[in-house]
């Protein structure tokens, strides 16, 4: 589940492909809604574990952005998400090679008949 988030610059990485996605018109309202619960746990007093207990209370803070970042990004449409990666020159380690677009840059020749 958190295969995304291995270290400090993809966590940063998948922060701006958040935004950008939040941003975007086509990315379903529950995958918003979801984002928007996620920054509002993060900015609320109210906390699972007390942030004054030294290193739980700053660890449930991470687990909660991780996994709704997470969830966010599984919500919104797969090929959206892979569209915003391709534009911030970002890709996935787990990501698998997308059969859209394969052929960009190369020539396609075919033969073509009328049918009638």
């Given at each position: 589940?958190f295969?995304?988030f291995?270290?400090?610059p993809q966590?940063w990485?998948?922060?701006?492909?958040?935004?950008?996605?939040?941003?975007?018109?086509?990315v379903?309202?529950?995958a918003k809604?979801?984002?928007?619960?996620t920054?509002?746990y993060m900015?609320s007093p109210?906390?699972?574990?007390?942030?004054?207990?030294?290193?739980?209370?700053?660890a449930?803070d991470l687990?909660v952005l991780?996994?709704?970042?997470?969830?966010f990004l599984?919500?919104c449409?797969?090929w959206?998400?892979?569209?915003?990666?391709?534009?911030l020159?970002?890709?996935?380690?787990?990501r698998?090679?997308?059969?859209?677009g394969s052929?960009?840059?190369?020539?396609?020749?075919g033969?073509?008949?009328r049918?009638?």
């Open positions: 589940m295969e995304r291995k270290s400090l966590i990485r998948t922060g701006r492909l958040a935004l950008r996605l939040v941003r975007d018109p086509r379903p309202t529950a809604l979801l984002f928007g619960a920054v509002l900015l109210i906390d699972i574990v007390p942030d004054w207990i030294p290193v739980l209370g700053q449930d687990v991780m996994a709704g970042l997470n969830l599984r919500a449409p797969k959206l998400v892979e569209e915003h990666e391709d534009a020159g970002t890709v996935r380690d787990d698998q090679p997308s059969t859209m052929c960009r840059g190369q020539t396609v020749d033969d073509f008949q049918i009638r």
